[in-house]
């Protein structure tokens, strides 16, 4: 629903399972040219996250952490405003994508 744009991506709570989604579908540390984790395990969606707020220089007032609520907030609307591109198909698509539709009776 976020991705959609039916539900503001200003009032979600917790935007890191959103960044989650997208990073399994698509190439995030590589579209958004990402250092790698300091954890050998591979990205997770934290990870994408913090190091976006790095790299952008996103900190907390107080503390001057990284800002990882932001990050996530700024990758969500990238995909919203169509600048990270999201394309799901239909199941079965790449196996019936030689074949022609099949009409109804």
Do not use: H, M
Not at 20 to 45: D, I
Not at 84 to 104: D, S, V
């Amino acid at each position: 629903q976020v991705l959609a744009g039916v539900y503001p991506i200003s009032q979600l709570q917790e935007p890191y399972s959103a960044v989650g989604f997208l990073a399994t579908r698509l190439p995030l540390p590589t579209l958004l040219q990402l250092r790698p984790p300091a954890s050998a395990a591979g990205w997770t969606a934290w990870d994408i996250c913090e190091a976006w707020a790095e790299k952008r220089g996103y900190k907390t007032a107080k503390a001057a952490r990284n800002d990882v609520y932001r990050a996530a907030n700024s990758i969500l609307r990238l995909a919203a405003d169509g600048r990270l591109r999201l394309c799901l198909r239909p199941p079965g698509y790449f196996a019936q994508k030689g074949e022609p539709c099949p009409l109804p009776a």
